[in-house]
């Protein structure tokens, strides 16, 4: 495609006299493409059916002038006041039977029909606008799909929905009963009409409505999403059609959405935005793209790269110089294809008054501007060389939505997440420079050397299967706490001890568990004891060996962690949560059997990470301090970019490039 640098840009709120000033601005920064009207549907349709597309195409000309193409968003995350005054019912409800009103963004319920057809109207009419202007490439649906939806919609018209989904499923109603164990507590049905949203309980919910409540949302979301794609696809054959994720959001399950995509996008802030998001850790971004990677297994974009000091009322950390571009190169190192910052300019309006841009309130360039054009100026030559190449990583991570969803509705120990126990992993090979793929339980594991699957709390024999598969075919397999405890419909297995059938793979059975719940225990490993937190599976080895015991507890000399030989691979459990030193020492003996290699060595906070095409690997090194760094490779690369080899300057990126050799037929 040929477009890698980008800027999400809103002429509405600025008067036309400036639109050509940050047209040429943009042009001299090296931009080659914008976001627009992803939220301005009064500003193209103030009354309805009365449609205004003059100034959205006249930004789209004056761009295209100068060299920039536009992807247009879809407007429907916030529906106009008038809509509201006249359904009024499409406003969602929350949990508490609550409505939720105008004011603000995500103010519609997505399964309402009356709502679905002002989208219909909107988006065909906008697509038929734009569908043959050379400007327009591309189209993202919505805007954050999920975002503000927690505890939504749960109005009569998503009851209605919920009720046909659940048809659909089971068929019968005593197909439901059994699946949801109505027994308990008198909550049989005697008709789908009788079930209700989840709204709030006196006490109590049952999981396996949950389950299937979360599920259902995810599909209704997908479907939104769809209807949507469809009208496009028809009217603009030539356009390509995304979507910006959040990262690990779990709303709506982000690879059911890839399916209708024709690539994704990502929207990252790694500074953090307000209080209660404070600067993530490196390896939580990075985590971040690489699990954006697996949604559709292929490169993505960044549709919101961060860009300036971020937050609402109140606002996060402001990025030291270099910080910014080394964040954005992180984003291609993981695979992007393209980054687009937000925002161009500092809004001087509205909530997001103090969610900084490229250009501040003033509009005059500056430092990040200056740092941003001589980023796109270093690595313009490049990108196109990076284009569809991706990372191939020999350690891959289970990550699974329903997994995520059964944590949710049962966490167990108040801090247990299902995410938070994704990164401890990650964790450790990101700080060892070990590239990792985050890949889906039904994917094929063959092509990785080692695969660490945490927390598989929903088991079914068909994934039992896999992971017996994958490890007699020579796999390495981690297993971890609380694996195989419940079916698909999150009820409780009853046919044998934990963790069910995988305890042949593994070689042990667990009849007891420990939740460690405002306390810590302690294991043996080696010659050193560690810290555990949260939980303790009590494990009788039934051929595995014993890698490490529990020091504390009833338990105390009972084994924590095996390993047994099966077939010829290895499969290990480790049934606690490894504080940071024996998850890195533990991860150390697992990488050595598996025989993972690393990229190098480094501090903690200086990041390597390869793409590879059909010829070429490239590696990036990235500096994420304000200090000078010193690493060193573990292989032969020549360098393209950068100062001096194994020396980095404070937020410098270094780029090196390896030729593959080409095998003789």
């Known amino acids: 495609m040929g477009i890698h640098f980008g800027v999400d840009y809103y002429p509405e709120h600025w008067p036309r006299e400036r639109w050509e000033t940050d047209a040429q601005l943009m042009k001299e920064m090296g931009v080659q493409v914008v976001r627009m009207a992803e939220f301005s549907w009064f500003q193209m349709e103030p009354q309805e059916g009365v449609f205004r597309f003059a100034w959205l195409e006249e930004a789209v000309n004056l761009l295209n002038q100068y060299g920039i193409k536009t992807i247009l968003g879809t407007p429907t995350a916030a529906p106009p006041a008038w809509i509201i005054e006249k359904n009024p019912e499409i406003q969602p409800v929350d949990r508490e039977g609550r409505r939720r009103f105008f004011g603000g963004r995500h103010h519609c319920c997505q399964s309402n029909k009356t709502y679905r057809e002002h989208v219909k109207r909107f988006v065909t009419a906008i697509s038929e606008k734009f569908a043959d202007n050379p400007g327009v490439i591309g189209w993202q649906i919505d805007n954050e799909l999920g975002n503000s939806h927690a505890d939504l919609c749960m109005c009569g018209s998503c009851r209605l929905n919920f009720q046909k989904w659940l048809l659909k499923k089971y068929g019968k109603i005593e197909r439901l009963n059994d699946a949801w164990g109505t027994a308990f507590w008198s909550q049989g049905y005697n008709k789908f009409s009788q079930i209700r949203t989840p709204l709030i309980t006196v006490t109590g919910e049952n999981p396996s409505a949950m389950l299937d409540w979360k599920c259902f949302c995810s599909d209704l979301i997908v479907d939104f999403a769809k209807w949507q794609a469809d009208i496009i696809r028809k009217k603009c054959p030539n356009h390509f059609i995304t979507h910006n994720y959040m990262c690990f959001d779990d709303k709506v399950n982000y690879y059911d959405l890839g399916e209708l995509l024709d690539f994704v996008s990502n929207d990252v802030y790694p500074a953090g935005y307000w209080h209660e998001k404070p600067q993530e850790p490196l390896y939580q971004a990075a985590a971040a793209h690489d699990v954006v990677r697996s949604y559709k297994k292929q490169p993505f974009w960044i549709m919101e790269q961060q860009s300036g000091m971020a937050g609402w009322g109140i606002m996060g950390r402001q ?52 740092e941003l054009k001589r980023l796109t100026e270093t690595f313009s030559s490049y990108m196109d060389d990076f284009e569809g190449s991706m990372p191939k990583p020999e350690v891959a991570i289970v990550h ?89 419909e999150n009820r409780c297995m009853t046919d044998r001890e934990l963790p069910g059938r995988l305890g042949e793979l593994c070689g042990i059975t667990i009849s007891e568990y420990d939740c460690l719940n405002e306390t810590t225990g302690g294991v043996l490993y080696g010659k050193k004891e560690y810290v555990i937190k949260k939980w303790c599976d009590i494990i009788e080895l039934q051929g595995a060996s014993c890698l490490a015991e529990y020091s504390t507890g009833f338990y105390k000399q009972s084994p924590a962690i095996t390993e047994n030989v099966y077939g010829d691979g290895i499969a290990w459990y480790v049934g606690t949560e490894p504080d940071e030193e024996l998850m890195e020492d533990l991860l150390a003996y697992f990488e050595r059997r598996s025989e993972v290699a690393t990229l190098g060595t480094a501090a903690d906070d200086v990041e390597m990470m390869t793409r590879e095409s059909q010829d070429k690997i490239w590696l990036f090194v990235i500096n994420h301090t304000d200090d000078e760094q010193v690493y060193h490779l573990h292989d032969r690369y020549e360098m393209i970019e950068g100062e001096q080899e194994e020396f980095l300057r404070p937020f410098e990126v270094q780029l090196f490039v390896k030729r593959k050799k080409q095998s003789v037929v």
């Open 400 to 488: 699974n939505f329903r997994q995520n969803y059964a944590f949710q509705i049962q966490p167990h120990h108040p801090k247990l997440t299902y995410v938070k126990e994704l990164y401890k992993y990650y964790r450790a090979f990101y700080e060892k420079k070990i590239p990792v793929d985050f890949v889906q339980d039904t994917d094929d594991l063959s092509g990785y050397k080692l695969v660490v699957a945490p927390l598989q709390f929903l088991m079914t024999p068909q994934l039992e299967q896999h992971y017996f598969d994958y490890v007699e075919n020579g796999g390495h397999l981690v297993l971890t706490m609380r694996t195989g405890v419940k079916d698909a």
């Open 319 to 370: 990025p030291k110089p270099g910080q910014l571009s080394a964040w954005a190169i992180q984003s291609v190192a993981h695979g992007a294809d393209a980054v687009v910052f937000f925002r161009w300019r500092t809004c001087a309006v509205g909530t997001e008054q103090f969610w900084h841009g490229i250009l501040g309130h003033s509009g005059k360039p500056g430092r990040i501007y200056n």
